[in-house]
């Protein structure tokens, strides 16, 4: 699908989640001029990327502010990751190394971040990726981003300590899910 029916298809979400009606969207349309006929737009197919992009802004911003519309780099998905096998990290496990990642990677949008993690998993612990790493491989991947996290940012000792003291916390929890049966090694 081209990007600008995706954002037109987008636009028509946004406006169905916000309830606008016709003649409120049609307004709103108006204040968009088309180029070639240089008169007021009359449907989103008239209107430049740019003003798609502009129109999808304003609306995301309207349904953002309206509690009725999360943007997508912060929308996690719960059900999907819900219905997982239990051999596979968890879905705050997976946001603990996300985190972790944002803090080393050197790629400028989400998507190629992603995309970058997943070949690093690959590269250096031989899974398929984040969605695919088990639970009890975490730490070893936690352990290997905290050290590229130090190499970038010198530490205080009281940063060191504080950072350690968080790592070992999460090391006792996964030590203490296999304890009780929960993470199988």
Request: net charge positive.
């Amino acid at each position: 699908m081209p990007d600008e029916a995706k954002l037109i298809q987008l636009i028509h979400t946004l406006r169905s989640k916000l309830g606008l009606d016709d003649e409120t969207y049609r307004a709103m349309l108006a204040g968009y001029m088309v180029a070639q006929t240089r008169r007021p737009a009359e449907s989103s197919k008239n209107l430049s990327y740019r003003q798609l992009q502009d129109l999808c802004k304003t609306l995301t911003d309207r349904a953002v502010a309206a509690g009725i519309w999360t943007p997508w780099q912060a929308r996690v998905d719960r059900d999907r990751l819900a219905s997982r096998p239990t051999i596979f990290a968890t879905d705050s496990q997976l946001a603990m190394l996300e985190g972790m990642w944002a803090l080393v990677s050197r790629q400028p949008d989400q998507e190629s971040r992603e995309r970058a993690f997943d070949r690093f998993i690959h590269r250096r612990f031989h899974y398929g990726g984040l969605r695919m790493l088990p639970r009890h491989e975490v730490y070893k991947v936690a352990h290997a981003l905290h050290a590229m996290i130090e190499q970038l940012t010198p530490l205080t000792d009281e940063e060191r300590a504080e950072q350690e003291a968080a790592l070992e916390s999460a090391m006792e929890l996964i030590r203490e899910s296999r304890r009780k049966g929960k993470v199988r090694t």
